[in-house]
């Protein structure tokens, strides 16, 4: 007798059957362009050429222009783009338009780097003679040493002769992932071995999100009039009075001793939860009623890990202190917010 679930494969209607084979088809073959792409990948290898390409890139006292053609040439484009967020002044030349004016972009100080898989790409050909005027040094990423590109460029580096995914073996898709790859290779490695760190990273990406979490907390944190400072034997109705007044008002202020540092924070919520145990003494020392030992922040914290330490902690406010422990400044949850961290 056949199973509750044969039952219902032999019950499925043609059209349902034929929808299904033709879903797994087309799955499978999308499989196969990736695995072959991943095979091209797998069979690169980096030798000699591509170390010295890295050496020209480091040493290059101009801007690493990049160009290429077609598909190939958004893989330039995207180099170039890596290469300029990474610390190597970069930019991208249209093959095409360099040809009509734009190589006077280019000057004998720069290194250009070539992309094209076949190495016949007469857009770029055409641009060696005058590249070679301007003494420029040319690096071409192509597939082997025997093509034009290669023959005329200063240095080749190969990939290798990749069978293309497509069904027609004609459309650019193994050879561009790994051309992308190699391009990848080269930014990386030359980001490795030059002084660039977080710091300058997050300064060539003020407006994205990785770049604003790789902001410094002195940068957004609130200071001097808007940092709400009250001492340990002020009076309650005192803490109220600078939370109230501080411009933003924060709804905390940071307690301190007669050193001016850091002893407590006392928050809106340390108000309410004393009215609501029935013990509030306006005229008492605030320091009856503050957090003790409450989280703090430095100057120089990532505000990424400033805000995890909010979003652990529960907390809408956090204390930024100096070496000796002075509160230099107080980080509100709402700054992170027009900082759009969170």
Known sequence: MPSRKSARVLKLPSGQAAARRRRRELVEYGQSVVAAEAAALGRLALDAPFATAVEW?????????????????????????????????????????????????????????????????????????????????????????????????????????????????????????????????????????????????????????????????????????????????APLKAAVAVMTETPGRPGACTVVDREGKLVGVFTDGDLRRSVERGRVDFDAAVAGFMSRNPRTVRPEALVADAARVLRQARIDQVPVVDEAGRPVGLLDVQDLLAARVL
Do not use: W
């Open 57 to 233: 890139v480091l040493a290059c006292r101009g801007r690493v222009v990049v160009t290429g053609m077609g598909k190939t040439g958004f893989v330039a484009q995207k180099l170039s783009a890596t290469l300029a967020s990474t610390g190597t002044p970069s930019h991208y030349l249209h093959p095409a338009e360099a040809a009509h004016g734009d190589l006077g972009r280019v000057t004998r100080d720069d290194l250009v780097l070539a992309l094209s898989n076949s190495g016949d790409t007469e857009e770029i050909l055409r641009l060696l003679p005058a590249l070679k005027k301007i003494g420029a040094r040319v690096v071409a990423l192509t597939r082997d040493l025997a093509n034009p590109l290669a023959r005329g460029a200063d240095l080749a580096v190969a990939i290798g002769d990749i069978e293309e995914a497509c069904p027609m073996r004609l459309a650019p898709t193994a050879s561009t992932a790994a051309l992308l790859a190699v391009a990848d290779a080269i930014a990386m490695t030359v980001l490795k071995n030059r002084p660039f760190d977080r710091e300058e990273y997050a300064l060539y990406h003020p407006g994205g999100k990785l770049g604003r979490g790789l902001m410094k907390v002195r940068e957004v944190m609130r200071t001097g009039p808007e940092n709400p400072l009250v001492s340990a034997t």
